[in-house]
């Protein structure tokens, strides 16, 4: 520990105000869709390796707070996502029955969406668009997450949360209820 150091402390007896942002920019369905985007190029993707058990994943996932963890293979490979409602669903004993695996021995590859079933939006296609455009993007999916993909480098770019729109939005937002038009989704938001 001699690397360290203790750094100095000061009494807060004199400070009461609390720095706020410069810019509070309100975001509205009208509002670039890039503004709910958790971007991989600024922040580290949260993910799991195919191996981790099922069990091991629902805790982690209850721990952090998160629904959605990409899953890759040991070589880092992205192979699908696996959400908190997959571990907790039929899934697992489906999972089961078809692998003869007892559940405590599953692992999230068992029970993850794989990749080849998944669709994602392009990050050119997302920068050009506004936040309603995604939520009905995302309600024609029906998925609480979409995925944002680099075409030009064929990696993945990021990801969209409905939760992380809601709190945006400071809204509820619903996407398990499939709107037809962006005029429901709109009077959705309005009555919330």
Not at 18 to 29: A, E, G, H, K, L
Not at 78 to 89: E, T
Not at 95 to 107: D, N, P
Request: charged fraction near 20%; avoid cysteine.
């Amino acid at each position: 520990m001699s690397e360290f150091k203790h750094l100095k402390t000061v009494p807060l007896a004199t400070i009461s105000r609390i720095q706020r942002p410069q810019v509070n920019v309100p975001v509205t369905v009208s509002s670039p869709a890039t503004a709910v985007l958790t971007d991989f190029s600024l922040q580290q993707p949260l993910v799991l390796e195919h191996t981790t058990t099922i069990d091991e994943a629902e805790a982690l996932m209850k721990k952090t707070h998160v629904r959605l963890k990409l899953v890759v293979d040991a070589r880092d490979a992205f192979k699908g996502v696996v959400s908190l409602a997959d571990l907790l669903s039929v899934k697992v004993m489906q999972a089961v029955k078809r692998t003869g695996v007892e559940r405590s021995e599953l692992t999230v590859e068992s029970v993850m969406t794989k990749k080849d079933a998944m669709l994602a939006v392009d990050i050119a296609s997302l920068k050009a668009a506004k936040i309603g455009d995604l939520l009905l993007t995302m309600q024609s999916f029906g998925d609480q997450h979409v995925l944002v993909v680099d075409g030009v480098d064929g990696s993945i770019r990021g990801l969209v949360s409905a939760s992380d729109i809601a709190r945006r939005l400071n809204i509820p937002v619903t996407i398990n209820e499939r709107a037809n038009s962006l005029a429901q989704i709109y009077q959705a938001v309005r009555q919330a």
